[in-house]
């Protein structure tokens, strides 16, 4: 089992920046990879970044590339997930996941944070 839980969401004004943190706890060496994903209302989740605990390259949605960077502190068993640049097209709930692959597939990863709001406004 691993355990998840975001922080760092809220409300930001079009340009600005947040930095969420995914602070992981429990088996983390048996589900490798960690992604963000993010989901609108009335939208589908959708995947954000994804990266893992051993350094594998990071992956990017094309929305979000250039703008957010994900990152990892493993001696904390945290990830990062730094916005800049935020547009209110990324308003939604952030979530945070973990799983034995390295995908952009939601159902690929096992494990889910209980999701933290970031409303961006215009």
């Known amino acids: 089992q691993v355990q998840l839980a975001e922080s760092g969401g809220g409300l930001v004004q079009t340009g600005g920046s947040l930095t969420l943190s995914c602070a992981a706890s429990?088996?983390?060496?048996?589900?490798?990879?960690m992604g963000w994903f993010r989901q609108a209302p009335g939208k589908e989740r959708e995947f954000v970044a994804a990266?893992?605990?051993?350094?594998?390259?990071?992956r990017y949605a094309d929305s979000v590339k250039g703008r957010f960077t994900i990152s990892r502190d493993n001696a904390k068993n945290t990830v990062y997930l730094q916005m800049n640049s935020l547009k209110p097209e990324d308003t939604a709930v952030y979530y945070c996941?973990?799983?034995?692959?390295?995908?952009?597939?939601?159902?690929?990863?096992?494990?889910w944070g209980q999701g933290t709001q970031v409303t961006v406004s215009s």
């Open positions: 996941a973990a799983g034995p692959l390295w995908t952009i597939r939601s159902q690929d990863y096992a494990y």
């Open positions: 429990g088996r983390t060496f048996s589900s490798p990879a």
């Open positions: 990266s893992t605990w051993t350094g594998n390259m990071p």
